[in-house]
């Protein structure tokens, strides 16, 4: 017997709904095309940030910047 497996139903990271993740969902992990594009937008408008431990006043080797 060939069983076709269930796809797995996830939530949807945009709206919290169901979201089918197989490999007819185009969208997948998102529920729709609508929730990928507002999740898009987030990353492209910096709402989202992964963050930065190095301050803003300072270099990669931790000296002050430069006056000019």
Not at 11 to 29: E, H, V
Not at 33 to 53: K, N, T, Y
Request: charged share 25%; net charge positive; hydrophobic share 25%.
């Amino acid at each position: 017997m060939n069983e076709t497996p269930t796809p797995r139903t996830v939530r949807c990271p945009t709206c919290g709904g169901p979201a089918r993740y197989a490999p007819d969902n185009r969208w997948r992990p998102f529920c729709s095309e609508r929730c990928r594009q507002i999740d898009l937008g987030g990353w492209a408008s910096e709402r989202f940030r992964v963050p930065d431990p190095t301050p803003p006043d300072a270099d990669a080797a931790g000296n002050p910047p430069a006056l000019h």
